[in-house]
């Protein structure tokens, strides 16, 4: 490996690589993009010629085979990701995943095995977790300005239209749990600390039997309640709220801020609020340079693999909950 930047190869030519994932490794300090791979050649080289990306490959185990790479950015249906994963992983790859990184934690605990047993690096991609207004968020709470946690509440929400899409496929991994809802069950432990000990859904199946939407209930413990929502089917909503014995942080656009100053509402009630800004920066990007810093001075990655199986057990929990009428179920 060249010093002081990891070669990147992408599998497939997602929507989430061209449109955010790609563009930031190209732009980070410590990464080059070396190549993508498609099950279809012809679409690999269009893609590559569109981004700008040196090489392209017509099989994904041709990326795998190539030398010249160091680490895989896995963007496929969430179907794929152990099947891929293990495969990098055996091909002596590093890899960054996108969430949520396996179906189910035994799925996970099989991909952080290879990883263990091949000696590379494996990480999750949720990319919310590297904006600096998610340490913000983190440190007010540790502060003490809300006082002692007693409620979460999330929302990631938005509406689908094209019945073709990955989201919809009960059997690539769809679901709106699946796509958005993991993203505030991550959040929820996260500023939780601790993991949900019960669960509790409600879901409207759609017409291909995947979750179109989701009313979920983590409780922790304490008697700390995360209540959310997840949609494919409403407009689009993103928000969570944490709620205090001395007040409340409202934080609006909470996973995908863009590139505009990212907000948080610190409110007192009849005393007030003050609005804390946390400037605009492509998390996209901070995310691919703390891995590839992990890899290139062989450090742990800051969200190893079990950190995924614990937010893929609470998932599990929902489900089971939500294909049982909302019956309370033990995470
Ligand atoms: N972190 C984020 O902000 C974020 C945002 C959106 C999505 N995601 C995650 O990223 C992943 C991809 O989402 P996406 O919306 O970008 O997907 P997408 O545009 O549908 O792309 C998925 C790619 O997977 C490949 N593929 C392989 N087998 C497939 C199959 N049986 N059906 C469909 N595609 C197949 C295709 O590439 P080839 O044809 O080139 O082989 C396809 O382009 C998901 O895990 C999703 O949860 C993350």
Same mark, same amino acid.
């Given at each position: 490996?060249?010093?002081?930047?990891?070669?990147?190869?992408?599998?497939?030519?997602?929507?989430?690589?061209?449109?955010?994932?790609? #563009?930031?490794?190209?732009?980070? +300090?410590?990464?080059?993009?070396?190549?993508?791979?498609? *099950?279809?050649?012809?679409?690999?080289?269009?893609?590559?010629?569109?981004?700008?990306?040196?090489?392209?490959?017509?099989?994904?185990?041709?990326?795998?085979?190539?030398?010249?790479?160091?680490?895989?950015?896995?963007?496929? #249906?969430?179907?794929?990701?152990?099947?891929?994963?293990?495969?990098?992983?055996?091909?002596?790859?590093?890899?960054?995943?996108?969430?949520?990184?396996?179906?189910?934690?035994?799925?996970?605990?099989?991909?952080?095995?290879?990883? +263990?047993?091949?000696?590379?690096?494996?990480?999750?991609?949720?990319?919310? *977790?590297? !904006?600096?207004?998610?340490?913000?968020?983190?440190?007010?709470?540790?502060?003490?300005?809300?006082?002692?946690?007693?409620?979460?509440?999330?929302?990631?929400?938005?509406?689908?239209?094209?019945?073709?899409?990955?989201?919809?496929?009960?059997?690539?991994?769809?679901?709106?749990?699946?796509?958005?809802?993991?993203?505030?069950?991550?959040?929820?432990? =996260?500023?939780?600390?601790?993991?949900?000990?019960?669960?509790?859904?409600?879901?409207?199946?759609?017409?291909?039997?995947?979750?179109?939407?989701?009313?979920?209930?983590?409780?922790?413990?304490?008697?700390?309640?995360?209540?959310?929502?997840?949609?494919? =089917?409403?407009?689009?909503?993103?928000?969570?709220?944490?709620?205090? =014995?001395?007040?409340?942080?409202?934080?609006?656009?909470?996973?995908?801020?863009?590139?505009?100053?990212?907000?948080?509402?610190?409110? !007192?009630?009849?005393?007030?609020? =003050?609005?804390? *800004?946390? #400037?605009?920066?492509?998390?996209?990007?901070?995310?691919?340079?703390?891995?590839?810093?992990?890899?290139?001075?062989?450090?742990?990655?800051?969200?190893?693999?079990?950190?995924?199986?614990?937010?893929?057990?609470?998932?599990?929990?929902?489900?089971?909950?939500? !294909?049982?009428?909302?019956?309370?179920?033990?995470?």
């Amino acid at each position: 490996m060249p010093d002081h930047k990891i070669r990147w190869g992408v599998i497939s030519t997602a929507n989430i690589g061209r449109a955010a994932v790609l #563009p930031a490794i190209q732009a980070s +300090r410590n990464g080059e993009l070396v190549a993508v791979a498609s *099950r279809d050649g012809a679409k690999a080289a269009e893609f590559a010629a569109q981004l700008g990306i040196p090489r392209s490959c017509g099989a994904y185990e041709e990326l795998l085979a190539a030398a010249d790479i160091d680490a895989v950015y896995i963007p496929l #249906p969430n179907s794929l990701h152990r099947e891929w994963t293990v495969k990098s992983a055996e091909a002596g790859k590093h890899i960054l995943c996108e969430k949520p990184l396996a179906l189910n934690p035994a799925e996970c605990a099989e991909m952080a095995d290879a990883a +263990r047993a091949h000696n590379v690096k494996l990480m999750e991609a949720f990319m919310y *977790r590297f !904006h600096p207004r998610t340490a913000k968020v983190l440190e007010l709470m540790a502060s003490g300005v809300i006082g002692e946690l007693r409620l979460i509440r999330a929302g990631f929400t938005f509406r689908l239209t094209n019945p073709a899409n990955i989201r919809l496929q009960a059997d690539l991994g769809g679901g709106s749990l699946m796509d958005v809802g993991c993203y505030c069950v991550n959040l929820s432990r =996260t500023v939780a600390g601790r993991e949900p000990l019960r669960a509790q859904a409600l879901a409207s199946w759609g017409a291909t039997g995947v979750d179109e939407q989701m009313v979920g209930l983590l409780e922790f413990s304490g008697g700390l309640p995360a209540q959310f929502d997840c949609a494919l =089917t409403l407009e689009r909503r993103e928000f969570y709220e944490l709620a205090g =014995t001395a007040g409340s942080l409202f934080v609006p656009g909470s996973f995908l801020p863009g590139a505009a100053d990212a907000l948080i509402y610190e409110r !007192h009630g009849r005393a007030g609020e =003050t609005v804390h *800004r946390v #400037p605009g920066v492509d998390q996209y990007r901070l995310m691919v340079e703390a891995f590839a810093d992990c890899v290139l001075a062989d450090l742990p990655v800051p969200y190893p693999p079990d950190e995924a199986a614990a937010n893929l057990a609470a998932m599990a929990a929902l489900y089971r909950s939500a !294909h049982n009428n909302g019956q309370p179920v033990n995470v």
